[in-house]
């Protein structure tokens, strides 16, 4: 991958203005993704030294219109309020369903209807179970001048690929559980099949 830049930097307010979030947009990236980070200063009077950083898939159903059968959207609010408060970047990367796009999400959710999980879904589609390539958000963190990051994720792929890229990950913080009648199964299978960090409490079943 090409060693990317920054192109463009503008300040939005987010959530009628209560989130001032700097979006920053960058050169260099030939995959056409047009990944974004999105920065803020933060709200603690006592930063960590270290920034916190969420590498954020598009989710077209959980992000926008609340799906259940993800936890994406409810991880997205959560690190908007994390980063707003400590200050860091969400590194919104454009690969909807795992990399595999959104119609292939849609068909493979039908096979789920009919009992396979996630990734057997994926994989009987012929197509991989995650196809999702971090090494971009290595270079999108470099493009900020960032080699050492606090990584909000219960996923320990993303802290792998990030080191195998030159990224210090000083620090493993994980997300909540945002589980649901909906998308219990799928978060059973992504800490089963994929050692997600996630622990079931009572409060989930």
Do not use: W
Not at 172 to 192: D, F, G, I, M, W
Request: proline share 3%; aromatic share 6%; net charge negative.
């Amino acid at each position: 991958m090409n060693a990317l830049t920054i192109k463009r930097r503008v300040v939005i307010p987010m959530r009628a203005g209560k989130v001032m979030a700097e979006f920053v947009s960058f050169d260099g990236d030939d995959s056409g993704k047009e990944h974004i980070a999105i920065y803020c200063e933060g709200k603690s009077p006592e930063k960590a030294p270290v920034p916190l950083v969420r590498l954020h898939s598009e989710c077209l159903t959980g992000d926008v219109f609340g799906s259940g059968r993800c936890d994406c959207g409810e991880q997205l609010d959560e690190a908007i309020d994390l980063i707003n408060e400590q200050g860091g970047y969400i590194l919104y990367l454009r690969q909807e369903g795992r990399g595999i796009g959104l119609y292939a999400k849609l068909e493979a959710y039908a096979l789920q209807d009919q009992g396979y999980d996630t990734y057997q879904a994926n994989e009987m589609l012929m197509l991989p179970d995650d196809g999702r390539d971090f090494s971009v958000a290595a270079e999108m963190l470099k493009a900020l001048d960032l080699t050492e990051i606090r990584l909000l994720t219960n996923n320990p792929d993303k802290a792998s690929q990030l080191i195998n890229n030159g990224i210090l990950v000083k620090e493993l913080v994980p997300t909540s559980v945002h589980v649901n009648k909906h998308n219990r199964q799928y978060l059973e299978t992504k800490a089963k099949r994929k050692h997600h960090t996630i622990i079931f409490d009572t409060m989930n079943k």
